[in-house]
């Protein structure tokens, strides 16, 4: 469920359906009453009174199952709801999902974690590329065959994808290193993380959710603060602590959060395109000139595919495809060495994939570095040179993407050994 971190946690329960007294007033009393009740049905001893968001992850989580209870639900969606847990926590879920299977409740249960789906599930489909791969009997089907089916095609290396990317494992140059970073740390977070990124390099990123992977990449951008460890770039060794620090050494950052952190959807195309060149665009009394700033916008509407009535349409009445190409030019038009992006071709069609891969490799073409953070293995595996796998917050494997196959990289990111 939405929750609302500022209200209390039973007026979060019971939104939308609060008890109210004869003159139109909340019922507190009752109210309070009533949430307890719910809570009791996942076990959850907490005060009612007490604000949303003093709630831990799992607890909050507890508060959406009681929540869907209370309304008498007999089927109830979980998606990824391990990914902040600990393990206790964990535990006391998967305690409250046999409970409540039992007691007739049917669950879906999404997931990306291999040993829960054997250990919770009953049945089990397969999602690729938005196609059921099968539904099988969870007990019936061994991890192999799982992964097997998971797998994106294991025949598709490298060299067959030269021609789609227009971007070869052998393009980067190995002399030039643009980021090396060593023992970076963020506590509960990622730990001791070691990397380099050349100079026309595409470096993937991936781990399953809560591996730390974001966090890692928002660390180097100085929008998350690490706790030890070095990343060289720009002439300091020092990590960024703020991210005008990170613009200003050369760092591109695009959001995995399109439409909250990447675009303005209130502003149109022209203004969004140039955000980042605004000092181009004006003259030495901070005045901006209008023409200027349209051939900047139609050049990068034209160089970035972008499709759209011209610069005065609205972004927030683009396809997500042409939002997110928005995103990546306006990041794109300030020239920066190296590009952090957070699920570059999320949600998008195939033919924005495409075009925004192509951008991401003409960039490296120029010279720029990219650590592009992906849970698509197809992704990682046709558009970058090097793959660096993390679990549970420590960097497990590393691969060189020219021969490597979808069921070795699924069985790494599933920290499955060999």
């Known amino acids: 469920m939405s929750s609302f971190p500022t209200l209390s946690v039973g007026e979060n329960l ?3 359906r609060l008890p109210m007294g004869k003159r139109g007033l909340v019922n507190w009393t009752q109210l309070w009453e009533m949430a307890e009740a719910s809570l009791k049905l996942v076990g959850l001893d907490v005060n009612p009174r007490v604000p949303m968001a003093s ?33 206790p926590e964990i535990s006391r879920l998967f305690k409250l999902m046999k409970n409540l299977s039992e007691s ?19 049945r089990v489909t397969v999602l690729r590329d938005g196609l059921s791969r099968g539904t099988f009997q969870t007990s019936e089907i061994s991890s192999d065959d799982l992964i097997r089916e998971m797998g994106a095609s294991s025949a598709l290396t490298k060299r067959a994808r030269k021609s ?6 052998m393009d980067f140059h190995k002399d030039n290193v643009l980021l090396e970073v060593k023992d970076l740390s963020k506590e ?47 002439g300091s060794s020092k990590v960024a602590q703020r991210p005008r620090e990170a613009i200003s050494r050369g760092m591109g950052y695009l959001s995995q959060d399109r439409r909250g952190e990447s675009v303005f959807e209130q502003f149109n195309v022209a203004d969004n395109l140039t955000m980042t ?65 957070e699920e570059p071709t999320q949600g998008v069609d195939i033919a924005a994939k495409a075009s925004i891969t192509t951008i991401v490799a003409e960039a490296c073409e120029r ?28 960097q497990i494997a590393e691969f060189n993407t020219e021969d490597l196959d979808g069921e070795t990289l699924i069985r790494a990111i599933e920290g499955i050994d060999e």
């Open 55 to 87: 709630l831990g992850v799992a607890s909050r989580q507890m508060v959406a199952i009681a929540q869907a209870l209370s309304r008498s639900a007999k089927l109830i969606i979980l998606d990824e709801p391990t990914a902040a847990l600990a393990k």
């Open 367 to 394: 010279g720029a570095g990219v650590l592009l953070v992906s849970d698509e293995i197809e992704t990682l595996l046709q558009v970058t040179d090097r793959v660096i796998v993390l679990y549970k917050g420590s």
């Open 188 to 234: 509960n977070a990622f730990s001791k993380i070691s990397l380099t990124i050349h100079s026309g390099e595409i470096v993937g990123l991936t781990g399953l959710e809560g591996c730390g992977k974001h966090e890692l990449v928002q660390a180097l951008f100085g929008l998350q603060k690490a706790s030890g460890g070095t990343a060289n770039f720009g």
């Open 104 to 122: 007739g409740v049917a669950i879906i249960y999404i997931s990306h974690h291999l040993q829960e789906v054997f250990s919770i599930t009953d």
């Open 14 to 16: 019971l939104v939308g």
């Open 277 to 341: 060149v605004l000092d181009r665009l004006q003259n030495k009394w901070g005045f901006q000139f209008p023409s200027k700033a349209e051939k900047v916008a139609k050049n990068a509407i034209s160089t970035y595919s972008i499709i759209c009535t011209g610069p005065e349409q609205n972004v927030g009445t683009l396809s997500g495809g042409n939002q997110q190409k928005v995103a990546l030019g306006k990041m794109l038009e300030s020239g920066p060495s190296l590009l952090l992006l």
């Open 164 to 169: 789609q990317t227009h971007h070869s494992s």
